[in-house]
Each structure stands twice: as C-alpha cells, then as structure tokens.
C-alpha cells in the first residue's frame, strides 16, 4: 500500500509541475503577443503626414515604421528580438517578434527551451 501512495504522490508531483511549465509557457507567449502589438501600434504612429488635393494622407515608410518598431521592442523587449518590421500597403505596420522561452522548473517531460515568434498588424487613421 506504501508503494502504491508514493507511486501516486510522485505521479501528481509530475503533474504540478508540468501544469507550472504550461502555464509559464503561455504567459510568455501572451506577454510576446503583447509586445508584438505595442511595437504594431508604435510603428503605425510613425507615419509621415502629406497633403494630397487638399486631404490630409498619412503615409508609412518601411524605414520608419522599422525604426519605431525597433525602438519599442528595445525598450520594453525585455530580450525579444525584432524579426521583421514592414509596411505591405502603405497604412499598415506588420511587425514580428521572437524570443526564447526556457522553463522555470526543468523536468523530463518538458524541453528545455522553446522558440516562440508573435505576429501583429496595425492601420493609421487620421480620424
């Protein structure tokens, strides 16, 4: 019956502490999503104002919308690196960023580390 207890104390213990690996693996996927999208908003704030027939028309450059996204990754990055930084239309930023998740309790069952990337579109708009 003892072997038994410990057999089933040892298997929840497993349990615990692949449920802590789980759970910061999805924190640091969430935190490099939201990351992702500041560095999107910052880089569509960094358009370059144009007046065209007397309407106003914001206008992103891959230079700028790469140089406001790489400072906001710099500065609240927190080690994530900035993947890429483009306008595809004009209006739009899209901004990827990668990090590197290592766990904070190491086990068996569980990798070492793992290779995370985020993904983010943001628009300009003048009104």
Do not use: N
């Not at 580390?113 to 003048?126: D, N, P, Q």
């Amino acid at each position: 019956m003892l072997i038994l207890t410990l057999g089933y104390g040892v298997l929840a213990m497993v349990a615990v502490l692949i449920c802590a690996d789980a759970t910061s693996l999805y924190l640091a996927q969430k935190r490099l999503d939201s990351l992702a999208d500041a560095a999107a908003l910052a880089a569509a704030d960094g358009f370059e104002l144009t007046v065209d027939g007397g309407e106003p028309v914001a206008l992103l450059t891959a230079a700028g919308v790469h140089s406001q996204a790489e400072s906001m990754v710099a500065e609240v990055g927190g080690g994530a690196v900035l993947v890429s930084a483009a306008t595809p239309d004009g209006v739009s930023a899209r901004v990827t960023v990668a990090d590197q998740w290592h766990p904070p309790i190491l086990t068996l069952f569980v990798p070492d580390g793992v290779a995370l990337a985020a993904t983010a579109t943001s628009r300009t708009a003048l009104r």
